[in-house]
């Protein structure tokens, strides 16, 4: 993985911390941590899409972000496991690698988004 794919995972884990922080935060400490999170979030969502096609990284990063999501509130939440939610979370990551997949390959190639 490039360091340019890497700022958008990290961006996306962010994201996932922000998201729950906004939902959960409940002490300024905990707030603050939120806007912590949101401003690398974005730091690293920004300073990816200076290299990456901007529309790939932000489906890989909302794609991921959601993903990250959904499967912290079932681990650590409470929220009901539903198969059917994890193979549409599923079938997002496959889109997710095979946007990277053509983006990289676009990239060898000369090519755009």
Same mark, same amino acid.
């Given at each position: 993985?490039?360091?340019?794919?890497?700022?958008?995972?990290?961006?996306?884990?962010?994201?996932?911390?922000?998201?729950?922080?906004?939902?959960?935060?409940g002490?300024?400490?905990?707030? !603050?941590?939120? =806007?912590?999170?949101?401003?690398?979030? *974005?730091?690293? @969502?920004v &300073? #990816? /899409?200076? !290299?990456?096609? =901007?529309?790939?990284?932000?489906?890989? *990063?909302?794609? @991921?972000? &959601? #993903? /990250?999501t959904?499967?912290?509130?079932?681990?650590?939440?409470?929220?009901?496991?539903? @198969?059917?939610?994890?193979?549409?979370?599923?079938?997002?990551?496959?889109?997710?690698?095979?946007?990277?997949?053509?983006?990289?390959?676009?990239?060898?190639?000369?090519?755009?988004?």
């Amino acid at each position: 993985m490039s360091g340019t794919w890497l700022k958008v995972v990290l961006a996306a884990v962010f994201e996932v911390g922000w998201v729950i922080g906004l939902k959960h935060a409940g002490s300024a400490l905990e707030w !603050t941590a939120t =806007v912590i999170a949101m401003v690398v979030s *974005f730091y690293y @969502l920004v &300073t #990816a /899409g200076r !290299t990456l096609p =901007v529309g790939t990284v932000y489906a890989v *990063f909302v794609g @991921l972000g &959601t #993903a /990250g999501t959904v499967l912290s509130e079932i681990l650590f939440f409470g929220v009901p496991f539903q @198969l059917e939610k994890i193979l549409w979370i599923g079938l997002l990551l496959v889109g997710i690698a095979g946007l990277k997949m053509v983006t990289e390959n676009g990239a060898k190639q000369g090519g755009t988004e």
